[in-house]
C-alpha cells in the first residue's frame, strides 16, 4: 500500500500546485469608475465657441464598470460613437486594456497615486481626456 501511495504523491502535489495558481483574489480595479468632471479636460486642436461648456456636459455620461470575470462595460455620450461598450479588459502596471468584440482595444492609463485611469477619446474637434477615479 505504500508503493501505491508514494507514486500517487507527485500527482497530489501537481494538483496542489495547480489549485494554488489559480487567484480566487479579485483584482483590485475591480468595479465601477465614475468620471472626474474637474480634471477631464478638451486637448482641443480646432476650438469653435460653445464646444468647452458641451464637453463638460457629455462627459458626464462616461462610466466604467470592470467585473471580476474580466468583462466590462464602458458607457459614453451618445453621438461619440456606441453609447455602450462591452467586452475584456485586463490590467498591468500603467494600464486597463479593454478589448471591444470586433472592435479596437482602448487603453487606459492608470495613475497609481490616486486610483485613477485616463481615457482618451478622438473627436472631430480635438481630443477629450476622461478621467476615471474608482468608486469606494
Same mark, same amino acid.
Given at each position: 500500500m505504500d508503493k501505491y501511495f508514494l507514486r500517487l504523491l507527485p500527482t497530489f502535489a501537481v494538483l496542489f500546485a495547480l489549485a494554488g495558481c489559480s487567484s480566487t483574489s @479579485?483584482?483590485? =480595479?475591480a468595479g465601477?469608475?465614475? /468620471?472626474?468632471s474637474k480634471r477631464s479636460r478638451l486637448v482641443s486642436e480646432r476650438p469653435f465657441p460653445g464646444v468647452e461648456e458641451r464637453v463638460q456636459k457629455a462627459v458626464g455620461a462616461y462610466g =466604467? @464598470? =470592470?467585473?471580476k470575470d474580466t468583462t466590462? /462595460? =464602458?458607457k459614453q455620450p451618445e453621438g461619440l460613437g456606441p453609447s455602450t461598450v462591452t467586452g475584456n479588459w485586463s490590467a498591468d502596471a500603467e494600464k486597463i486594456t479593454l478589448t471591444v468584440a470586433n472592435g479596437p482595444l482602448i487603453e487606459l492609463k492608470l495613475d497609481p497615486k490616486d486610483n485613477s485611469c485616463t481615457y482618451r477619446q478622438r473627436l472631430p474637434f480635438g481630443e477629450l481626456d476622461v478621467v476615471l477615479v474608482k468608486s469606494p
Amino acid at each position: 500500500m505504500d508503493k501505491y501511495f508514494l507514486r500517487l504523491l507527485p500527482t497530489f502535489a501537481v494538483l496542489f500546485a495547480l489549485a494554488g495558481c489559480s487567484s480566487t483574489s @479579485e483584482s483590485p =480595479l475591480a468595479g465601477t469608475w465614475k /468620471v472626474d468632471s474637474k480634471r477631464s479636460r478638451l486637448v482641443s486642436e480646432r476650438p469653435f465657441p460653445g464646444v468647452e461648456e458641451r464637453v463638460q456636459k457629455a462627459v458626464g455620461a462616461y462610466g =466604467l @464598470e =470592470l467585473s471580476k470575470d474580466t468583462t466590462f /462595460v =464602458l458607457k459614453q455620450p451618445e453621438g461619440l460613437g456606441p453609447s455602450t461598450v462591452t467586452g475584456n479588459w485586463s490590467a498591468d502596471a500603467e494600464k486597463i486594456t479593454l478589448t471591444v468584440a470586433n472592435g479596437p482595444l482602448i487603453e487606459l492609463k492608470l495613475d497609481p497615486k490616486d486610483n485613477s485611469c485616463t481615457y482618451r477619446q478622438r473627436l472631430p474637434f480635438g481630443e477629450l481626456d476622461v478621467v476615471l477615479v474608482k468608486s469606494p
